[in-house]
């Protein structure tokens, strides 16, 4: 009997399913007429903390320079210690260890980080019965079914295996090391990482170059020419009002004689159709989506059967993906209720998505023939606004080019010393633009481009102006990043590489190796920078936080590099496909390592040193106890508090009265004026607090010896 393990319970219902219609679910699997399908919860198994390691490194326990730094040999694992995974892992190994199992199926996700779920569940479980690899895209009955018949010995993705295993590996320490060595010679709790570190240090780069930006005045002369076909030529900048001014004067009385007309036919085809970056980066700019709110809204279509497999890089299928493709397009089913003018959009040529030699391992996202008007509506707003951008895409990578006439100008008017110039752009065929008009970035379109240059205008003409106006400009700072404009910089890291060799093996997309982190991982990489306070978010903006910006300015260069980064990632790839070694790969990660408390230590910067023996803020005196109330994060509690790190990785309170004034109450977030008026005797008026029926409500707030604070209606 086989025993099927995938990644989640969602997935092994249709995987069961798909073998048999009729499976039971049981205690923690489904049993099917042949075989057990039972599931994982995410990552079951994670390397252990450093203060985990009781026997072998017991000095980890301590924070300390002196025992840095910390390279684990051999490597220790742990089931984590989130709700319900122990009862899970324990479920699954015995399940593994029964008799009548003789072969093992790994139906985690078709990646690197569903291939290291199964193997570090078999590994620790130590189960040496054979396995074999399901690997397969899409929920469907059918295309399980023949992924079945054609599955292949667990041994065949060893190279995947060995650089998931190799980037926690890494992740681990660089992030451990860097963590420790920094925070103790900073006296800070700082947080370092492989990924996260070289993605922050992009947004810290672009907000200080925006700090840094001198506003310069300049002038540029606008003349109006025709009356009839209105259009305008406009001068370089000019550094003087005045200048400006004397030669706008001297061009009103004056010709003017067009020195060189350049029209240019233009085809833009239609752009490709979407891996996850590309996708996340739509949703942001046209929705506002973050990237982890697309991608829990493709994981959810794509557990509902509404699409393919999400955390691909592909933007392309293969030619063996091409009928059933056409079958998609056909009819009105991806149409109507999907595009705003469904009779004005056709398929031009489906087989220009196909490309061989980009699909590594999943083709590009696609919706699947499910997903219908009826099952839209179902669907939340995320996942609607997802999956319509989807279909919206595979319409325009289907469609014809979009045809336009260009037409640059250039003039000259007598007695004054700078060139004059226009510039137009006028559609001739929407061609793939007619899907959706809506949704292009013409943001940086320049007001030019609305010119209406005449059909008849050539070189050596002579005009004169009809009307001129003097223009004040001021010279604008770099855009903010938005996730959008983020992402993008961290999937082309070779925009930020001077290495003419590595840059150009960077931008070898066949490859998919270059970039920061990959395109299932990047979301979270930027959650956490925003969860950990490095980064903020401001509308679409993320801008860096004081304590990211700090950070950034004392780790050494090498942690923050963006192009040793997408090195590492580029070798993780040579791993996967057995042209590098997991441990050639993990030795030249621990050479770097060992050089860090060094770095951190001899590139000290007292300035940036946290004095913790400062006498802190405080808010009031404590009711309990009598001592003073400060505040530690968002919590206001009695100084006298102390907590710390247990063996399971949790935070205990050890000592202290336990006076604590908590950041919300009753979904309302309190202010350090109001909770220094309560501690004060005070009785604050608070608007704003929501019921649990969800109703709004103003009270007043007294102090809590037990509670904090607490509501007092009397006198409202």
Known sequence: MRLFIAEKPSVAAEIAKAIDPNAEKQDGFIQTS????????????????????????????????????????????????????????????ALMRRSDVTELVNCCDPDREGEAIFRRIVSYAKCTKPSRRLWVASLDGDAIRHAMTV??????????????????????????????????????????????????KLVVDRDLQISRHQVTSFWKIALAMSEAEPWT???????????????????????????????????????????????????????????????????????????SYPRTDSKYITSDDLESFKKLLTGQNLKDGFLPNPDDVTCDDASKVVANDK???????????NLSVGSFESLSDDEK???????????????????????????EAESVPVKFSA??????????????????????????????????????????????????????PPKHLTEASLLAAMEHASRFVDNEEFKKALNDDTSHSGGIGTPATRADILEKLVNKKYLERKGKQLISTDEGRLLISVVAPSLASVESTADMESKLNDVEHGEMTEADYLADIQCAVKLIPQEARENFQQ?????????????????????????????????????????NGTWKEVSGCGFKIWPKLASKALSDSVVRKVLDGSAPLVKGFVSKSGKKFDARLKMSEMRGVEFSFEGN
Not at 38 to 65: C, F, I, N, R
Not at 265 to 273: E, M
Not at 359 to 369: D, E, F, N, S, W
């Open 233 to 307: 030529l406009t001068s370089e900048k000019i550094e003087s009002q005045q200048t400006a001014e004397d030669y706008a004067r001297t061009c009103r009385n004056g010709s003017l004689q067009i020195t060189g007309v350049e029209r240019k036919a233009v085809s833009t085809p239609a752009p490709n159709l979407y891996d996850l970056t590309s996708l996340q980066k739509d949703c942001n700019r046209i929705y506002g989506l973050t990237a982890a709110r697309t991608l829990s809204a493709l994981q959810s279509l794509y557990e509902k059967k509404l699409t």
């Open 34 to 93: 042949t075989d057990l399908v039972s599931w994982a919860q995410g990552h079951l198994v994670d390397p252990k903390e450093p203060d985990e390691y009781e026997t072998a490194h017991p000095e980890w326990k301590k924070w300390s320079l002196d025992y840095l730094p910390m390279i684990p040999d051999p490597w220790e694992w742990k089931v984590n210690h989130e709700r319900g995974v122990e009862n899970r892992y324990r479920s699954l190994a």
């Open 359 to 369: 699909v590594a391992g999943h083709t590009a996202i696609l919706p699947t023939r």
């Open 607 to 647: 300035d940036k040193k946290l004095d913790r023996d400062a006498k802190r803020e405080t808010f009031g005196i404590c009711p309990r106890c009598g001592a003073s109330v400060i505040k530690t994060g968002k919590l206001w509690q009695c100084e006298t508090n102390k907590s710390a790190r247990q063996a």
């Open 423 to 476: 510039h137009s752009d006028t559609t001739i065929s929407l061609g793939w633009k007619t899907v959706d008009q809506n949704s292009h970035d013409d943001s940086d379109k320049d007001q030019e481009d609305e010119n209406r240059v005449p059909a008849g205008l050539k070189e050596g003409d002579d005009l004169s102006p009809r009307g001129t106006a003097v223009k004040e400009g001021k010279t604008q």
């Open 385 to 411: 606004k997802v999956v319509t951008r989807i279909v919206r895409r595979v319409w325009e990578a289907v469609s014809p080019t979009w045809k336009h006439q260009t037409v640059t100008v250039q003039a």
């Open 151 to 200: 599955m292949k010995p667990s041994s065949v993705y060893d190279g995947l295996a060995d650089a998931a295993d190799a980037r926690a590996k890494a992740d681990w320490l660089v992030g451990m090391n860097a963590s420790r060595a920094y925070g103790l010679v900073y006296n800070r709790r700082l947080s370092v990482g492989r990924v996260q570190t070289p993605t922050l």
